[in-house]
Structures are given as C-alpha cells and as structure tokens.
C-alpha cells in the first residue's frame, strides 16, 4: 500500500456540516434556472440527451476503468478517479457550452436529467466499477460502504434541493430571474474557496502527491472530453450537440465528490487529492477548449 493511501487529510466536522449545507444551496440554485420543460425536452426530442448520459454514466465509467488499469494508480488515487466519473456534470457546463458555440439549451437539460440520474447512478458506479478492482474493492470493504446509504446522501445532496429550486422557480419565477445570476456567481465563488482552503490545509501532502495526480486527472480529463465529443459524433449529432455533450461529460461535479469522500471514506487522501484538483483543472481545461471552439462557430446542420 501506497504512503498517499494511508493520508487522512485534515477536515473537521463542522466544515462537513457547513459544506454539505453550502453544496444544497448551490444545488439550489442551479434548479432555479431548471423548468419541467428542460425534462420534457427529453421525450420530445431524446436523443442527444440519451447519448449524454450514455456518455456521462456509462462509457466515461467503463473507459475510467480501463484508464486505471493501464496507468496503475494507488488504490485510492483510482477510487478518487472512478468517483468523479461517477458523478453527475457541473453547472459550470452550461456556461462553457454557451461560450463554446454549443447548444447550451441541449446543456441545460443533461445537466438536469443527470443530476436526477445520478442520485442512483452515482452509487451504483462506485460500487460496481470500484468493486471489479480488487485493489479499490479493498478500500470499499473497509469503510463497509453501504450504496443505499449513499444513495440517501446523494438524494439529499442533490434530488431535495433541486426540487426546491424548481418548486420556487415555478411559482415565483420573478425572484428566481433575480437570485439566479447572484447564485451562479455564490456558487463558483464558494467552491472555489473551499479548493483552495482545502489544499492550503493539506499543502505537504499535496506537494509530495502532485506529480502523478496532475498526470492523471490530465489524462482523465481528456478521456471524458473527448469520450463524449466522439459519442455525439458517432451518434450522428449536429456539432453544436457535440460541443454540448463533450462539455458536459468533461465537467464533473467534482464538489458532490469531495462531500462524499469526507462523508464516507474520511477525507481519504488519495481520493480528496484528485478530486480537489480535478475541481481546479477541468475550470482550466474547459475554459482552453470552450475558447478554441468559440473561435471556430459549428457549421449549421444541412437541412434533410
């Protein structure tokens, strides 16, 4: 066993507690730019929010696998690796979509429909992805992680909070226009300290662990942008889709991660590590190809 899997990194109770507010009010307020009609959308036309959870909730999984098994990580380095791709996207997706000349509207709705989704994909990835690694396998018999337990945080996290916004978007939908822009800005803002504080405490054991982190959220990074761009393409979907899709499946929500690390495995370090700076460089990796392709506007589909 690896130095790293044995690095408990410093986090005390109440900053949990007052996380795991923080991350329900963020989720709050991405439901408040959410309607009904972001879910309808999937029945009217499915298809490129189909192959975005495809992408999002099964290939990204099964390739993070393979990815594991070629670069060997540690144990909990790997772990870290197969919950962000369990998670569901970030809201920042839906900025970086709009910045990249994709359908932002396409966006919007994966963001939404795989947040639902993830409250039983998210622990149903981890158990299965982690317990085909005998190695990681080790790490979830030892903190008896229960997927049902986690399934209740996840709801709790994610599903409760986004009802909320929504039920408040319907019926005051003045207020939610106002409180959207202010809590987009909160929400980047918050996460973004909770990082950078996060590092800070645990700076030693980041500086010895960097190099390979760094390597491998670089590698896994990429794999998730480009598994969703070359799902999309090979599905047939108009480039603007593809831009979307790629964004979305490439932007996890690395912040329902962390919580979920600190809830149920102790801050373990291998796996907070990775998390924490997959929060930092898939901002910068997405920001890189969000400013590639706003340079280069998609061609319009040819009409049938």
């Known amino acids: 066993m690896s130095e790293i899997d044995l690095v408990r990194l410093n986090f005390n109770p109440q900053s949990l507690w007052a996380l795991n507010f923080i991350i329900g009010l963020v989720m709050f307020g991405v439901a408040l730019d959410l309607k009904v009609a972001d879910f309808k959308a999937v029945l009217t036309t499915p298809k490129p929010v ?76 981890l158990s299965l992805w982690g317990g085909l690694n005998a190695e990681t396998s080790a790490i979830l018999k030892e903190v008896a992680l229960d997927p049902l337990e986690m399934l209740l945080a996840v709801f709790l996290l994610l599903g409760l909070p986004m009802a909320l916004g929504m039920t408040v978007s319907h019926r005051f939908p003045r207020f939610a226009a106002r409180a959207l822009k202010p809590m987009k800005i909160f929400s980047l803002g918050v996460f973004g300290l909770f990082v950078v504080g996060a590092l800070a405490a645990n700076w030693r054991y980041f500086i010895d662990f960097v190099g390979f982190v760094v390597f491998a959220v670089f590698l896994h990074n990429a794999l998730a942008l480009s598994t969703g761009y070359f799902a999309a393409r090979f599905a047939g979907l108009p480039e603007r889709d593809r831009r979307a899709v790629s964004i979305e499946v490439g932007i996890q929500n690395s912040a329902l991660g962390l919580i979920l690390i600190f809830n149920f495995f102790d801050g373990l370090g291998g796996m907070a590590i990775v998390t924490a700076w997959w929060g930092i460089w898939h901002i910068i990796a997405g920001l890189t190809v969000a400013t590639v392709w706003s340079r280069h506007p998609p061609a319009e589909p040819r009409p049938s």
Do not use: D, E, H, R
């Not at 809201?91 to 919007?108: E, H, P, R, V």
């Open 50 to 125: 189909l192959i975005g959870l495809a992408g999002q909730f099964i290939l990204l999984p099964a390739f993070t696998f393979l990815l594991v098994l070629a670069i060997k990580p540690t144990p909990s380095i790997a772990l870290g690796m197969m919950l962000v791709a369990a998670c569901p996207g970030g809201n920042i997706s839906n900025f970086l979509t709009y910045f990249a000349k994709g359908n932002a509207a396409l966006s919007i709705t994966m963001t939404a429909v795989s947040t639902a989704v993830a409250i039983v994909m998210t622990p149903l990835n």
